[in-house]
């Protein structure tokens, strides 16, 4: 069973990703991540992320997040 959880779980998920990222023994000049979404599940976080960032306008195929300095691409398939 697949559990849906809000935005700021995505949010905290995201943090702990880049703190991760940002903590690889690596030289790095920038580091992001791809995330290919269905159009269900796209269409659900491009909503939830207009609404908590207070976004006035988001591309519907393609938004772009950073959080602590790592870039998230956020598509949909």
Same mark, same amino acid.
């Given at each position: 069973m697949e559990? *849906? *959880?809000?935005v ?7 943090a702990?990703i880049?703190d991760l ?6 030289t /790095?000049d920038?580091v992001?991540?791809? +995330?290919?979404?269905?159009? $269900?599940?796209?269409? $659900?976080?491009?909503e !939830?992320v ?6 006035l306008?988001?591309? !519907? *195929?393609t938004?772009?997040?950073?959080v602590?300095? +790592? !870039?998230? /691409?956020? !598509?949909?398939?």
């Amino acid at each position: 069973m697949e559990v *849906k *959880k809000g935005v700021g779980d995505v949010m905290n998920q995201l943090a702990m990703i880049s703190d991760l990222l940002g903590n690889v023994n690596l030289t /790095t000049d920038s580091v992001s991540v791809d +995330i290919v979404l269905g159009s $269900e599940d796209f269409d $659900e976080l491009h909503e !939830k992320v207009v609404q908590r960032r207070g976004f006035l306008l988001l591309p !519907k *195929k393609t938004f772009n997040m950073v959080v602590s300095g +790592i !870039k998230f /691409t956020f !598509k949909r398939n």
